[in-house]
């Protein structure tokens, strides 16, 4: 499994495209995140992305179905919203919950949108694959990443 720069330096085409549409300032830093429920039914919820190097997070509300989905099974699938001309991008993988203060404390700081409880959960999303898909002389062109690990 890999930190968000760690994909990022391995494949700078992918991180360039999740950049482009996780970090949205204009519309907010929201992406969907995929779960399963404990019967493995599947489940979408909306996030933000939380950037500080080396990783992606996300603050789960404590309350919420994706933290009690997460804190059964770690598995999520994140997509961004869909960018201009169709451009997409995906990762899956599992997540890790931070637990160190300073850790937390640290992602805390670096949360850009407003409302929030501090006290809340927070994970990190390591990836074990990803996907980007723009389109190319009207056919789609992917790119894909899958970890070794």
């Not at 489940?43 to 059964?72: E, N, Q, S």
Request: with cysteine.
């Amino acid at each position: 499994m890999h930190r968000w720069k760690e994909l990022a330096v391995a494949q700078p085409k992918i991180g360039e495209i999740g950049e482009k549409l996780l970090r949205r300032p204009d519309q907010g830093e929201v992406a969907l995140l995929g779960t399963t429920d404990h019967a493995g039914r599947p489940a979408m919820a909306p996030v933000c992305p939380i950037f500080l190097d080396p990783g992606m997070y996300v603050l789960l509300a404590r309350h919420t179905p994706k933290h009690a989905h997460l804190a059964r099974d770690q598995h999520y699938v994140l997509h961004a919203m869909v960018g201009a001309d169709d451009l997409e991008f995906q990762i899956a993988g599992r997540c890790r919950f931070v637990s160190d203060e300073e850790e937390r404390q640290r992602v805390l700081g670096a949360i850009t949108f407003p409302n929030f409880d501090p006290d809340d959960p927070i994970v990190e999303l390591l990836v074990t694959r990803a996907l980007t898909t723009h389109w190319e002389d009207g056919q789609p062109a992917k790119t894909v990443f899958r970890s070794s690990s």
